[in-house]
């Protein structure tokens, strides 16, 4: 069988996301990682925090804390809200973990010995008052082309224009807001992507299964305007990973560290690394080192020629996966597992606007968590992934969402199949009766749905994943009206024995088919049902008689509590646009 390397972006240090971010990439990763888990396939889903750059200097210097400190404990904040949400990561690490020193520096080793890495020197913004470098998004000043006067060193936000730091009007540190501004000559490292143009180019052609959306962007970066440029791999800055080739010193580098957007992408191997380092994975084969453990999913000279790696991103992140991380990869020379499936999203908007972290504007997703239970939140942004197209939270949609699927169709139906039955028959699946010609038509028909489910899940077509799940839930609260035992029982309690049964194992069999959407509610209809078993349902009429007559159960509280008018007015007041 397959086995299943999974990935999702690694989301930056400096504070809590937003549910934007949620959907991007972690969400739909944690969805396809439990699907898969539940199909029986070996696992290894993987994230990280990424702690490198100038804005985490920022932010911790606004802390007032240092960098490290800052990193340690905003790691520990998102791993706790990551937990809140259900992401079942294998192991959720850091890019500044010690195996990510060492990685990034052995593939600039590698690079550099294959000819791939040139010097460069370059003339950058130096502020005088901070005693650093200024990246180009850390001067502000006005804009030559519109007159906006908070345009930034690499873009004008207001009319788009692309800007360099010298063609700013009045420029000011936007860190301090300093004008003791000079211009300094220094040298940095460049990844000779150029010189893998044809490589990947030919590896990007021959996936053909990708989205368009990842592969119309790969081909835009490597055709528009003068095609594939060489990287800047190196930055001045303290907080980092020392520039080394190997574990050794690089003459003309001292001082600085790794770019961000190269050591970051290492960091998904690395992480496999820190899993099997901290315990996580299995024992090591007899005879075998400690580091096959990680490197039978990384290496393909170590084993993991049977494993698919699917990664999940938004758009923005694409350029970095399919041409950036890829050319490390390929340019090291060495036997390393690429990306097989690239899952891009489109972005999620925000109630007629666009989320911002800056105005705290949107719900993040310590905010999200305070006010729901985290599968309200997974069911409403998987269910409106934006895969084709970007698209948006309104408060009134998702409470629509919530109160008509949550809580009408699966929360309701659950309820009334155990109510009745706990009035009519006891806490127990009742003796008696039979398959009848609705029982059975019920049984093929959620065959064929089931099947569809799996081919949308296998497609990693998350709305069409949600949407085909959704009916069939329709499908048992169709089947309890059509049957409706509750008037059977008055004539026929045999065969309202046999209709009750089926309805309390449609219930086991949505919380084993639900699960990579609403773990906690499907756990709860587990327990509810008293159900230990929950295999996948390749058998789905095996699966409808799972729990056998006299098989004990419990009523459950309210599964879903419906959003009232009152409480949406209140969020969509309370989250318009400041973060307190």
Known sequence: MTRHLITSAIPYINGIKHLGNLVGSQLPADLFAR??????????????????????????????????????????????????????????????????????????????????????????????????????????????????????????????????????????????????????ETKHLYLRQSALKDELDAWIDSKSDWPVLTTS?????????????????????????????????????????????????????????????????????????????????????RGADDVRYTQFMGKDNVPFHTLSFPATIIGSGEDWKL???????????????????????????????????????????????????????????????????????????????????RS??????????????????????LTARIRAYEGFMDAIEVRKSASALRAIWVVGNEYLQTVAPWTTFKTDPDRAAAQVRMGLNLIRLYAVLSQPFIPEASAGMLTAMNATDASWPDDVRAALQALPPGHGFTVPEVMFAKITDEQREDWQSRFAGTRG
């Open 217 to 301: 962007i790969a081909k835009k970066w490597l055709h528009d305007g003068d095609g594939l440029q060489d990287r800047g791999i190196t930055r001045d800055l303290d907080w980092g990973i020392p520039v080394k080739k190997g574990e050794d010193d690089w003459p003309g580098m001292e001082g600085k560290v790794f770019y961000v957007w190269f050591d970051a992408p290492i960091e998904y191997i690395a992480c496999a690394q820190e899993w099997a380092d901290a315990g996580k994975g299995p024992a090591p084969e007899p005879g075998a080192d400690k580091d096959s453990v990680w490197e039978r999913w990384w290496r393909t000279d």
């Open 424 to 445: 009519k028959f006891g806490e127990a699946l009742p003796e008696g009766g039979a398959w009848g010609p609705e029982e059975e038509a019920l049984a093929d028909d």
């Open 35 to 184: 699907y898969q888990r539940a199909r029986g396939a070996e696992v290894l889903f993987l994230c990280a925090t990424d702690e490198h750059g100038t804005p985490a200097e920022l932010a911790a210097a606004k802390a007032g804390k240092p960098v490290a400190e800052y990193c340690a404990e905003m790691h520990e904040i998102q791993a706790e809200i990551a937990r809140g949400f259900a992401l079942s990561f294998d192991h959720f690490g850091r890019s500044s973990s010690p195996q990510n020193h060492r990685l990034t520096q052995h593939f600039a080793g590698r690079l550099a010995d294959a000819g791939l890495i040139r010097e460069v020197s370059e003339r950058q913004v130096y502020s005088n008052a901070d005693g650093r470098f200024l990246p180009d998004r850390y001067i502000e000043g006005t804009c030559p082309n519109c007159g906006y006067d908070k345009a930034r060193g690499d873009q004008c936000e207001n009319c788009t224009k692309q800007l360099d730091p010298t063609d700013l009007i009045n420029p000011r540190s936007a860190i301090g807001g300093s004008t003791d501004l000079e211009v300094r």
């Open 339 to 421: 990306v097989d499936y690239i899952k891009s999203f489109n972005y999620l908007n925000y109630d007629g606007g666009q989320f911002s972290t800056s105005q705290g504007r949107g719900i993040f997703m310590d905010q999200a968590l305070s006010i729901l239970p985290a599968d309200y939140w997974r069911w409403w942004l998987l269910s409106h992934a934006p895969e084709s197209s970007d698209s948006e939270f309104t408060w009134e949609n998702f409470q629509a969402a919530v109160n008509k699927d949550l809580a009408d169709v699966l929360g309701n139906f659950v309820s009334r199949i155990t109510k009745f039955c």
